[in-house]
């Protein structure tokens, strides 16, 4: 079945301690990205990744890593948790250059106390 | 910079019968694909619908249709025959067409929000 993975899907975690949602998808696609979700102010794109070694920063980087080593893989790395990365996370994932369609997972619930 | 206005933060429809979310944006792009993803409870992000601005039909999936109005630079959602599953938060998105140029043209903007409930 084609589809996008995160893990884990909820997350209860304390300030400063590192942690990395992951993301995976088995659909061969090129692009990936990460958005958090809050109330009030909806999807904001954090990192988004092109192709393998290839990431750039969106919206509301701060506080946040990428890395793209695989195509199938696209971790997020929170090294430093602090209570405002309190959101629900979403990874999405599209075939190519000229693909408009975006897949997403299934999202991650992160408080941070 | 694009923007997206969804401009009626909930509604509530009986079932079966007929519903119409508005979504309005703005951007000098002139092409550009405009989408509505469903939310359930369950917090999975679900396409609807989609539109290719570029096309002057409005798009239609089933009990699912649009009012795409380019130059009012409208894209409403119709939602007929209402049904107990369709309740969920219904966002409307714009992605910029992805053959624009190199940069980051798959990143999606997106509305606050209609909460739909439907009532049995």
């Known amino acids: 079945e084609a589809q996008v993975t995160q893990n884990p899907r909820y997350l209860i975690t304390v300030t400063g301690k590192k942690l990395t949602v992951t993301c995976s998808q088995n659909?061969?696609?090129?692009?990936m990205s990460w958005y958090r979700q809050d109330p009030g102010l909806g999807l904001r794109q954090i990192y988004y990744s092109m192709n393998v070694e290839v990431t750039d920063k969106g919206d509301v980087p701060e506080g946040y890593k990428v890395s793209r080593k695989e195509k199938r893989n696209f971790p997020l790395i929170l090294e430093s948790p602090s209570p405002n990365q309190t959101s629900l996370y979403f990874c999405?994932?599209?075939?190519?250059?000229?693909?408009?369609?975006?897949?997403f997972g299934p999202g991650t619930r992160l408080t941070v106390t | 910079a694009q923007t997206v206005t969804q401009s009626q933060p909930e509604m509530s429809v009986q079932e079966a019968e007929t519903v119409t979310l508005s979504c309005t944006y703005d951007t000098s792009e002139n092409n550009y694909y405009l989408f509505w993803y469903k939310q359930p409870p369950s917090r999975q992000m679900i396409l609807v619908i989609r539109q290719e601005a570029y096309k002057q039909q409005n798009a239609t999936e089933n009990r699912f249709s649009v009012n795409f109005q380019k130059a009012a630079k409208s894209f409403s959602l119709k939602i007929s025959d209402s049904q107990l599953g369709d309740t969920a938060m219904y966002f409307c998105a714009f992605m910029r067409s992805p053959t624009v140029n190199a940069g980051n043209n798959r990143k999606l903007i997106w509305g606050l929000g209609t909460s739909l409930g439907v009532n049995p």
């Open positions: 999405a994932s599209s075939l190519g250059v000229t693909s408009y369609e975006q897949y």
């Open positions: 659909m061969n696609h090129e692009y």
